[in-house]
């Protein structure tokens, strides 16, 4: 055996190479699957039970959640854009007329008239209040003083709150 020499014989494909074209079709498509699966990888979401949740992850600490809300806060839910700094959240305050006095103490002014409808990325996440009882509120984020408006329905205590 010592002076054999080993020689690996490739032959030829007998189907004139369409293994190797389909073995190649494969991994582009996996490529191109992959790909289209981190469509979304700046998008931010986050969901938080209560405000002690958001704290313990430090949202409030990152500027994701203001640190004037009540503690009571809860369904606390986030979403945002990495790339552009476009943010939105959702959360529900249970007693919505002091929640009302708290954004007026940051700020926070009434907007007369219709107040605008929320986001569509967030309009879906809880019922939409009745127009006519929802109330506006204009003011600038704590974090980076960006415009941001309050929509507060009264009876729920459901709040939409996003980056103008």
């Not at 002690?52 to 959640?65: L, M, N, S």
């Not at 919505?96 to 700020?107: Q, R, V, W």
């Not at 009264?154 to 996003?162: E, L, R």
Request: aromatic letters at 8%; charged letters at 25%.
């Amino acid at each position: 055996m010592a002076g054999q020499r080993c020689l690996l014989q490739l032959k030829p494909d007998p189907l004139g190479g369409m293994i190797q074209r389909s073995a190649n079709l494969i991994v582009l498509a996996a490529g191109v699957l992959a790909l289209g699966a981190c469509g979304d990888l700046e998008r931010v979401e986050s969901r938080y039970a209560n405000l002690a949740d958001a704290q313990a992850d430090r949202a409030v600490e990152r500027g994701y959640v203001p640190p004037w809300l009540p503690e009571a806060t809860r369904e606390i839910r986030i979403v945002g854009d990495l790339d552009t700094g476009w943010f939105a959240m959702s959360f529900t305050v249970p007693q919505p007329k002091e929640f009302a006095s708290i954004l007026e103490a940051h700020g926070f002014r009434a907007i007369s008239g219709q107040p605008p409808s929320a986001p569509t990325r967030i309009r879906s996440w809880d019922p939409a209040p009745d127009p006519a009882r929802r109330q506006g509120y204009r003011g600038a984020h704590y974090h980076d003083g960006d415009p941001v408006v309050v929509i507060l329905d009264p009876d729920s205590g459901v709040v939409q709150y996003w980056r103008d």
